[in-house]
Structure formats: structure tokens, C-alpha cells
């Protein structure tokens, strides 16, 4: 995320956020920027990205890639699904409305307002819960499928905690599907034009990006890994990796999200989906 990007300037003030800080963070400060963050947020983002989501639809990525169209879930009719960081939660009524039992939970108040907002006016109610993904409030074994749509994975500092819960709320050979921003765009600024396509950074500095107030707290935090990070956590944390899918950007789709552009996303993937099995 770029700082000087004036979509998220509402939050910015907000939280008074006076640029980016080259720092290391605690997992105790992710966790209070981040729901600081989305809570600002909340607002500005479901006006800037809503219709583009909908109500009760589950958009993988910018890219376009539809649940409804890829399966990558399977057949979700009958079981226990979790979403992981749902935000305004279109993809869990989506899940409703194909029949699945799904719990959503969040750690923004501000984005769950929203969901229950949505939930009323759609008349499609999946159970929302305000809680931290590195510890879920769900006993064991409680789930078929979890996944999440860029949600909460990129803003832990240490993934490995929340996959293991993952882990152990899902049933033997349970799905585990999430996507999140491709880690080779770290290499490159914040920018959908053509200064989005010059290297700035080494993909192996696993540096946060880091904003901070006038204090030097952090108010936005968003952690990078490499993708044998990610293989790494994934096999010790018990899953099985069974596809790396990398969207690539449709020739029909013009809209620019952040630094999500037609540009861009014809040179290198933007997204990263993850689909794995729990092993035992």
C-alpha cells in the first residue's frame, strides 16, 4: 500500500498517519493497527469496492475469478464452512445461499457492521463473529472447509499460528482455500501505471510495510512472504498443497483496484490462491 495514495486518506486522518515507517512490528501492534485500520476504513472501503463485490457473491481476486465459476471449494451444499477475515462478508452469504452452514468472522467491528447491515437487507444471515484468526473460538474438528479472500493472512506477523488453527478446527482432509496479494508484487511500488512496473524491492526482505502516527504507532500493517514462506508454513502446519492458481488479468476486465491494473496484470500475477487439504 502506498501512503501517498489518496483513497485511504480518510483513514489516514483519521488515525493520524503520518507516513510509512521502515520498522519491525510486534504480533500485539499488527493486530491493533489492523483493527484500527479497518474499523477507519470500513466506510470509505465498501463505498470505493462494494458493488464490485456484492451482496452475496464470492469474488476470489481482482482479477474476477468467481467461486461460482472456478469451485474451488467443491460442493459446499450440507457442510460447515469458516471464512477467515470476512470483511462485509458477501462470500459467506454466497456460501448460505449454496446451502453451506458458514460461520464469518472478522477482528474490524467496522467491517462487521456492514455485514450485519448486508445480512438484514439481503435476508441471508451466515453466523458473524468478531474474532482473531490466530485464535479461532471453535473446538475441533468443527469445520469441512475454511477459506478466506484476502482476508487476515497478510496482516499477521507470523502466518504459522493461523494455520495451524485452521488445522485443528477442520475435519480430516478438509479444505483450506485463501488467496492473497502474489508475493512477487512486492517487488514493486503501489502504482497500477507504469511506474508499478519498475523493481524497487528485493523479494527476499521480508520487511512489513509499516505506517505509522505521529507517535511512530503503527496504523496500517500488511506483512510479506515469499512463496516457499508460504509452502513452508503450509506442510508444517499439516495441510497438503494441491494447486497454486495464479489468476491472470481477463482481456475484458478494465477496472483498476489499488494497484490491480490491465497494465500490470498482463506482465505478472497480482494474486496468489492457495488450495490445500488438512492431511490427516
Not at 450485519?116 to 469441512?144: C, Q
Not at 478446527?169 to 511506474?195: C, E, K, S, Y
Request: hydrophobic share 40%.
Amino acid at each position: 500500500m502506498d501512503s501517498t495514495d489518496t483513497r485511504y486518506t480518510g483513514a489516514q486522518t483519521t488515525l493520524g498517519t503520518v507516513g510509512p515507517a521502515r520498522r519491525n512490528v510486534s504480533p500485539g501492534e499488527s493486530v491493533a493497527a489492523n483493527i484500527a485500520w479497518w474499523d477507519a476504513d470500513a466506510d470509505d472501503y465498501i463505498a470505493e469496492h462494494g458493488d464490485f463485490l456484492g451482496a452475496a457473491d464470492f469474488l476470489w481476486c481482482p482479477e474476477g475469478l468467481r467461486e461460482r465459476d472456478v469451485q474451488l471449494l467443491g460442493d459446499v451444499a450440507g457442510r460447515d464452512v469458516v471464512e477467515i477475515g470476512c470483511g462485509s462478508a458477501p462470500c459467506a452469504r454466497w456460501l448460505t445461499g449454496q446451502g453451506a452452514r458458514v460461520a464469518a468472522l472478522d477482528l474490524s467491528a467496522g467491517m462487521l457492521r456492514h455485514a450485519k447491515r448486508a445480512n438484514d437487507v439481503t435476508g441471508i444471515t451466515p453466523l458473524l463473529i468478531r474474532a482473531n484468526a490466530e485464535r479461532l473460538p471453535f473446538a475441533g474438528a468443527s469445520f469441512d472447509i475454511a477459506c478466506s479472500a484476502f482476508g487476515a493472512v497478510p496482516f499477521v506477523a507470523d502466518v504459522r499460528p493461523v494455520f495451524r488453527e485452521v488445522a485443528r478446527v477442520l475435519r480430516p482432509q478438509g479444505r483450506w482455500v485463501f488467496a492473497v496479494t502474489h508475493p512477487i508484487r512486492w517487488i514493486f511500488p503501489d502504482d497500477p501505471g507504469p511506474a508499478g512496473l519498475t523493481v524497487i524491492n528485493s523479494y527476499f526482505d521480508r520487511s512489513p510495510y509499516v505506517e505509522v502516527d505521529g507517535e511512530g504507532r503503527p496504523t496500517y500493517v500488511e506483512h510479506h512472504r515469499t512463496l516457499g514462506d508460504y509452502v513452508r508454513a503450509l506442510t508444517g502446519s499439516g495441510f497438503v498443497i494441491e494447486d497454486l492458481i495464479e489468476p491472470e488479468w481477463p482481456e475484458e476486465q478494465t477496472r483498476e483496484w489499488g494497484q490491480w491494473s490491465p497494465l500490470r496484470g498482463e506482465l505478472f500475477p497480482g494474486t496468489a490462491i492457495f488450495c490445500c487439504r488438512r492431511a490427516t
